[in-house]
């Protein structure tokens, strides 16, 4: 595989899945002394083009995240439709579930690392851009998300 | 719980537990374009002082550190004997395991916490320094690591 395909190492984002967002996100305003960031949804499918596993879903997530100096941490609560979230918290239960990198070219990138058995997971749009779960468990023991962020005009 | 206990939230390391710390090592490098940093062990019982659930460990384990520009990537292979690496290994799989954060204090800061229903999973000492597992898992759905660095004399 081409050497640095993502054009970065730079680890943006850590995403935690969570059963109750609101409660884990006071444990952590309350561990660390910050305010409590409180949580927004993601988008409808037909806004947020929601695809897992290659296929249109309904999955939404309610999601918080907190400045941790370094990076975000990202609290995920899934909806009980398909996606990487439901499927990842029902086997391995509450806990990371993603580390995240910023990219340009998602679509190339994606095509390339699927060729090389990193198959893409799900993918889906939000305002200001787009996110690419990558199926990276076996080599990194860890899903990769990218993110790319819409050009400004 | 007093705020803010740690005295940051800045997340300076990411802990993953692996069965073969030379491949995926690799994995990481030839993913992300970068060299391979190799591996080092940590120090015998007599040396680190490790202790796991209050009691001297014979625990070792081999670490491999990658910069990931904004923090450290860990790589953890235990061996065999009683460790928060090889529990938590042996019960969730290959994955991440703890978040890291620097701190001074360390002693004071485990009696808190401990008093606060998050007691110390194990703790042990290397050149320079010293580290702390504390179970935050039930609110933070992580493992906390603290570090401590000798003060410079």
Do not use: C
């Not at 999955?59 to 941790?68: G, P, Q, S, V």
């Not at 100096?69 to 899934?78: C, D, K, N, R, V």
């Not at 058995?117 to 939000?126: I, R, S, V």
């Not at 305002?127 to 468990?137: C, E, K, N, Q």
């Amino acid at each position: 595989m081409e050497k640095n395909l993502l054009g970065t190492h730079v680890i943006t984002q850590i995403g935690i899945l969570v059963h109750d967002i609101e409660k884990t996100s006071q444990a952590y305003a309350d561990f660390f002394g910050v305010a409590n960031p409180g949580w927004s949804i993601t988008g409808a499918v037909d806004v947020a083009e929601t695809e897992y596993r290659g296929e249109r879903s309904e999955a939404r997530a309610k999601l918080a995240f907190f400045n941790m100096g370094s990076l975000q941490l990202e609290l995920i609560e899934p909806d009980e439709h398909p996606s990487t979230w439901r499927e990842y918290l029902d086997e391995h239960g509450e806990g990371p579930h993603h580390i995240a990198f910023g990219v340009e070219g998602m679509k190339d990138i994606v095509t390339t690392l699927a060729r090389n058995e990193m198959p893409l997971l799900q993918k889906g749009e939000y305002t200001g851009g787009r996110y690419a779960y990558i199926d990276t468990l076996e080599p990194l023991k860890i899903i990769v998300e990218l993110l790319e962020r819409d050009k400004k005009k």
